[in-house]
Antibody
Framework: EVQLVESGGGLVQPGGSLRLSCAAS????????MNWVRQAPGKGPEWISY????????QYGDSVAGRFTISRDNAKNSLYLQMNSLRDEDTAVYYC??????????WGQGAAVTVSS | QSALTQPASVSGSPGQSITISCTGT?????????VSWYRQHPGEAPKVIIY???KRPSGVSDRFSGSKSGNTASLTISGLLPEDEADYFC???????????FGGGTKLTVL
């Protein structure tokens, strides 16, 4: 079965850090660009970061640039998101998503991140 | 506030057709034929139903169709079924400045 499984979410205080992981199974991520997309409660999705197949192109949304770092390990078939200097407004469900044909073809089930004191 | 503008809600009766609009700018929808649409049921992850403006992934019903004119993209669902009741989001590539932008979502109610 083709799937992505996120882990590492949880409750963190403002200013704190978290590292999300996304493990792929049933397919090889090397054939895909990978992204992190978040969705705050009751809101539309927000794209936050992109990484090309060989990590030679990395992009960030304005809301997370300078605070979040995306990386991937193709040998481990995994994607990561290091989140630093977390703010209240970073509270959301974080999805990893594999894109091909310029669309998010495969989504994980999401990892909840709550930033609160 | 989302970068792409969608109506908050639409409704239709079983068997009817509905269209959801998605308005962007000349920096995203107006420039790139890279509009995709996603359906999301409560508590689930989004699922792609249209990519490249009007292409359907394998396994997606031909009741779903997409189009684009200028800075506005549209999703049409024909022959509404009860299971079509969900949230629908549009997405467009936006170049190197903001890469991908989403709409705020449209809640479809099948009456």
């Amino acid at each position: 079965e083709v799937q992505l499984v996120e882990s590492g979410g949880g409750l963190v205080q403002p200013g704190g850090s978290l590292r999300l992981s996304c493990a792929a199974s049933g397919f090889n991520i090397i054939g895909y660009s990978m992204n992190w997309v978040r969705q705050a409660p009751g809101k539309g999705p927000e794209w936050i970061s992109y990484i090309a197949s060989y990590s030679n192109n990395i992009q960030y949304g304005d809301s997370v640039a300078g605070r979040f770092t995306i990386s991937r390990d193709n040998a481990k078939n995994s994607l990561y998101l290091q989140m630093n200097s977390l703010r209240d407004e970073d509270t959301a469900v974080y999805y990893c998503a594999a894109d091909k044909n310029w669309a998010f073809e495969i989504w994980g089930q999401g990892a909840a991140v709550t930033v609160s004191s | 506030q989302s970068a792409l503008t969608q109506p908050a809600s639409v409704s239709g009766s079983p068997g009817q057709s509905i269209t959801i609009s998605c308005t962007g700018t000349s920096s995203d929808i107006g420039t790139y034929d890279l509009v995709s649409w996603y359906r999301q049921h409560p508590g689930e992850a989004p699922k792609v139903i249209i990519y490249g403006v009007n292409k359907r992934p394998s396994g997606v019903s031909d009741r779903f169709s997409g189009s684009k004119s200028g800075n506005t993209a549209s999703l049409t669902i024909s022959g509404l079924l009860p299971e079509d009741e969900a949230d629908y989001f549009c997405c467009s590539h936006a170049g190197s400045s903001n890469y991908w932008v989403f709409g705020g979502g449209t809640k479809l109610t099948v009456l």
